[in-house]
């Protein structure tokens, strides 16, 4: 068991989120004993991906993008994604208009259900898609605890920089109905809840591990 627990600097200021965030860092620690899965390690697991009810992609790895006229598509990559979260949007993007997997966050952009978004300062012996992983699994936590509890967490929204609504670009601190006006027009994407039902099943099979008691 890890005596401290370190994510960054603190910065962004002290709060029951980011307590529960780094209490997701330990979880995860500890989820690994004996050769089974963290979060992290399912994260980062080949197939991993989470879609959305009519089969969007919200998180994970994700095929070529088409990042529109005159810009390369986007390779074959992985991403956390910024439809789902409890708040947002992630990070601070150059671009409007343009999908978050075909740019390079500029800044984090730090939120109560978002407390170590891309760019990462990333610790010594960490790549940068390993701080990512590890990052997005203390969030995946921290939206899971507060979404059990009906306290907040994940929801069906979108902060993606490329969806938009009457108001505009969906990346501002009210995002926008990830159920409508978005494209491709959609009726019933519910990224939140797709996020959600992942993270339950696999702390479900988790904590059933780890606790046998539960069974
Ligand atoms: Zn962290």
């Known amino acids: 068991m890890p005596r401290t627990t370190v994510c960054g600097t603190i910065a962004r200021g002290f709060s029951n989120y980011l307590v529960v965030h780094e209490l997701g860092h330990i979880f995860d620690n500890q989820a690994d004993q004996g050769g089974n899965q963290s979060i992290t390690d399912a994260l980062a697991g080949g197939m991993f991906t989470i879609q959305d009810q009519e ?3 919200v998180m994970g790895h994700h095929t070529v993008v088409p990042c529109g006229p005159g810009r390369n598509a986007a390779p074959v990559g992985w991403s956390r994604g910024e439809r789902g979260w409890g708040s947002g949007p992630s990070s601070i993007y150059a671009s409007q208009g343009i999908d978050e997997r075909c740019q390079n966050p500029t800044l984090p952009n730090f939120t109560d259900f978002q407390q170590n978004p891309p760019p990462h300062q990333v610790a010594s012996g960490l790549t940068v898609l390993e701080a990512s992983y590890q990052e997005s699994a ?5 939206n899971w605890t507060y979404r059990i509890q009906m306290q907040g967490g994940f929801r069906n929204r979108t902060w993606k920089p490329n969806e938009r609504d009457a108001e505009g670009y969906c990346n501002r601190p009210d995002g926008c109905d990830d159920n409508q006006t978005l494209n491709p027009p959609s009726s019933n994407r519910n990224s939140g809840d797709a996020r959600f039902n992942w993270m339950n099943d696999f702390m479900q099979l ?4 780890l606790i046998p008691s539960l069974e």
């Open 55 to 57: 089969f969007y992609w």
């Open 138 to 142: 203390a969030d995946m936590f921290l």
């Open 206 to 209: 988790t904590l059933i591990r």
